[in-house]
C-alpha cells in the first residue's frame, strides 16, 4: 500500500488481573512478549511508525516493542481514562498526517496482519473508521456490530442491546482503522458524559455517522482477537499460538509424530522432512535443517541443527551448539558453544561445552570436556577420526589430534598429537583377598550398631 499509516498500540494498562511485577504486555507467548508479537503484526501491514501508549514499566515495554523494521516512540498515558483518551495520547504522533491510523492493543499477541490490512483497505476505499470484529458462539459480554446495507450503524453493549440484538454473533474487538486526515477531528469529540466518566473509542461510530462519515466492519479469527487479562488466559493464548505455528510447519513438510507435545518458539525454524518426535521443547534461536531428527524428550535453545543429524532422546543443546550434517548427539548429552563435525558421535552421558569436534570422531560415554575453572572458559580441541573413550576427562584448554585415541579413564591435560595413545590414569592393582578382609569389616560394624540400638 502506497498508503501512509500509524499504529497506535495501547499498552498502559495497570494490569492488575495478571497478578504480577510486571505489565502484562511483557508475558511470554512463545518465548516473546506479547508486546512484541503485536509489533511484528502491525509492522507487516506496511505502517510507517509505531505510536506506543505506555504507563507502567514504560522503558521495558518499549524496549520489548522495539524488534527492529519499524520506528516505535512512546507516549506516557499519565491517568487511564478510557480508551479514546489512551489514543490521544499519541496525539503528537497522529497529528503528523497519516493517511491510515490503526488502533490496536499489546495484549492481543495472536494478532494477524490480514485483518489489519484489511482494515485499512476499507480505509483506501472510503470508509472514515472500520472496526474490526470477530464472530463468535459465545458473544455474551461483548458489544454486537449492528450492520445495514453494508454499513457500521451502530456497537451495541450488551446491557442496552434488544433480544434481536443479543443474537448477533459478530462483536467488537476494540480494534479499529481511522481515516488519518481526520482522526484528531474525531478523536477530540469524543465525550465522557456516561456512568464512569470515561472516553470510549467506540463512540467514533456515532460520531463519524453524524458527520456523514462512512463506518464499515471487516471480519478477523475469533482465535486472532483473543485477549490476555489473567495466567488462565496467557496460557490459553501460548496453546493456539502454538496450535498455528505447529500446524503451518507441518504444512511445510515437517513431520510432528505427537505434535500436541512440541513446543516451539517463535522464531523456532525447522526445514522440510525433519522429524519431530514427542515432548520436544525449542528455546529461542533454534534452526533445525531438513531431514534432521529430533528424539523425544530433547530441548534444543540457540542452537543449529544440520541435514541428516540426530538429537536424543533425552539431549540438550544450549546457545552455541552447531551439529554438522550426519553428526549424532545421543540420549542424556549435553553440547553447548560446540561444533559438531560431520559424521562425528556424541553418543551417551556426555557433556561437551566449548569445544570443536573433527568429522569422524567418537565420544564415549561419559566424556565431560572440563571447560570452566571457576573464573573463565576455555577451548576443547579434537581433531577429526579420533577416538575419545568412554569416562574420559578433557582439562582445556586442550587439543586433541587427528586420529588420536583417548584410552577410557583418562584425564587429559596436555595435547595429544595425532594418532597418539594416550593414557591418563593410574596403574592398576590387584590385592588378593582384601576385599573379602573390607567386607567383614563392614558387616562387624554394622552388627555393632545394630547391637547397640
Known amino acids: 500500500m502506497e498508503r501512509t499509516c500509524l499504529a497506535v498500540i495501547l499498552a498502559a494498562g495497570d494490569s492488575t488481573r495478571m497478578k504480577s511485577s510486571k505489565s502484562k504486555v511483557l508475558h511470554d507467548v512463545a518465548g516473546r512478549p506479547m508486546i512484541a508479537h503485536v509489533v511484528d503484526a502491525v509492522a507487516a501491514t506496511g505502517v510507517s511508525s509505531v505510536a506506543l501508549v505506555v504507563g507502567r514499566d ?38 503528523e498526517g497519516y ?12 494478532q494477524t496482519a490480514g485483518p489489519l490490512f484489511e482494515a485499512r483497505k476499507a480505509l483506501a476505499e472510503g470508509s472514515d473508521i472500520v472496526v474490526i470484529g470477530f464472530h463468535t458462539d459465545r458473544p455474551t459480554g461483548y458489544g454486537r456490530l449492528l450492520v445495514k446495507d453494508g454499513e457500521l450503524i451502530a456497537i451495541r453493549e450488551e446491557k442496552d442491546a434488544t433480544d434481536a440484538e443479543r443474537a448477533v454473533k459478530w462483536c467488537n474487538s476494540g480494534l479499529m482503522a ?6 484528531l477531528d474525531l478523536l477530540s469529540r469524543i465525550g465522557n458524559s456516561n456512568a464512569k466518566g470515561e472516553y470510549y473509542l467506540t463512540d467514533l461510530v456515532e460520531i ?13 479469527p475469533e482465535v486472532e482477537m483473543a485477549g490476555c487479562n489473567n495466567r488462565a488466559e496467557l496460557a490459553t493464548i501460548e496453546r493456539f499460538w502454538q496450535e498455528r505455528r505447529r500446524h503451518e510447519l507441518m504444512l511445510s513438510g515437517v513431520t510432528m509424530i505427537a505434535p500436541e507435545t512440541v513446543f516451539l518458539c517463535y522464531d523456532t525454524v525447522i526445514g522440510q522432512d525433519a522429524l519431530i518426535e514427542p515432548n520436544v521443547v525449542f528455546g529461542p534461536g533454534a534452526v533445525i535443517d531438513g531431514g534432521a531428527v529430533i528424539h523425544a524428550f530433547s530441548h534444543i535453545e540457540g542452537a543449529h541443527v544440520s541435514e541428516g543429524a540426530t538429537v536424543g532422546p533425552f539431549a540438550r543443546l544450549r546457545p552455541g551448539a552447531d551439529l554438522s550434517i550426519g553428526s549424532k548427539v545421543g540420549n542424556f548429552c549435553e553440547v553447548k558453544n560446540g561444533k559438531i563435525g560431520e559424521g562425528a558421535k556424541v553418543n551417551h552421558l556426555t557433556y561437551i561445552g566449548d569445544a ?19 573464573v573463565n572458559k576455555f577451548e576443547t580441541v579434537i581433531g577429526k577420526d579420533a577416538f575419545i573413550g568412554s569416562n ?62
Open 58 to 95: 514504560a522503558e521495558r515495554v518499549a524496549k520489548a516493542a522495539d524488534i527492529g523494521g519499524v520506528t516505535v516512540k512512546s507516549y506516557i498515558q499519565e491517568q487511564r481514562l478510557g480508551t479514546g483518551h489512551a489514543v490521544l495520547a499519541a496525539r503528537e504522533a497522529i497529528a
Open 99 to 110: 493517511d491510515d491510523i490503526l488502533v490496536t492493543y499489546g495484549d492481543v499477541p495472536l
Open 178 to 183: 481511522i481515516n488519518g486526515r481526520k482522526a
Open 208 to 220: 463519524a455517522r453524524s458527520l456523514g462519515g462512512r463506518v464499515t466492519a471487516v471480519d478477523a
Open 356 to 374: 570443536v569436534i573433527g568429522s569422524g570422531t567418537n565420544i564415549g560415554a561419559g566424556t565431560i570436556t572440563c571447560n570452566y575453572d571457576g
Open 392 to 453: 574420559s576427562s578433557l582439562v582445556a584448554p586442550v587439543t586433541i589430534g587427528d586420529s588420536a585415541y583417548i584410552a577410557s579413564g583418562s584425564v587429559i591435560t596436555a595435547d595429544v598429537p595425532d594418532d597418539a595413545l594416550a593414557f591418563g590414569r593410574a596403574r592398576q592393582e590387584i590385592k588378593p583377598e582384601r576385599a573379602k578382609l573390607l567386607r567383614e569389616r563392614a558387616l562387624a560394624i554394622k552388627a555393632a550398631k545394630k547391637a547397640k540400638g
